[in-house]
């Protein structure tokens, strides 16, 4: 399975915008589970006071591409009304699949 994580940090004081503006993107973009599956989403704080959210999906088989464009639109999307909004994403391998590049099955755990 691979992963895409994305991390998004603001101010507090940006939260009800930060919320509205999610929903306005949802509207105009629905999810496309043939592309990526949410796994879930957690909100945090971050050392310096700010807001993080953490944002885990699985990305289907060969759309790792469609995933990062259509995740870095979202986050460019945010950025562009949010003061001080920051991203980072990132596509990991999971455990097993990390294993398999060494020929090798992962341990149970």
Do not use: C
């Not at 945090?44 to 591409?65: C, H, R």
């Amino acid at each position: 399975m691979t992963l895409l994580i994305n991390r998004n940090w603001f101010p507090p004081d940006q939260s009800s915008k930060i919320a509205t503006r999610y929903v306005e993107w949802l509207n105009e973009h629905p999810p496309d589970k043939t592309i990526e599956k949410n796994l879930g989403i957690g909100v945090t704080s971050a050392e310096n006071g700010n807001v993080l959210v953490y944002g885990i999906g699985q990305i289907m088989k060969g759309k790792e591409k469609e995933a990062l464009l259509i995740n870095t639109q979202q986050n460019l999307f945010m950025a562009a009304a949010i003061k001080d909004f920051k991203y980072k994403t990132e596509i990991m391998l999971d455990f097993n699949e990390a294993y398999k590049i060494l020929g090798m099955a992962a341990p149970e755990v």
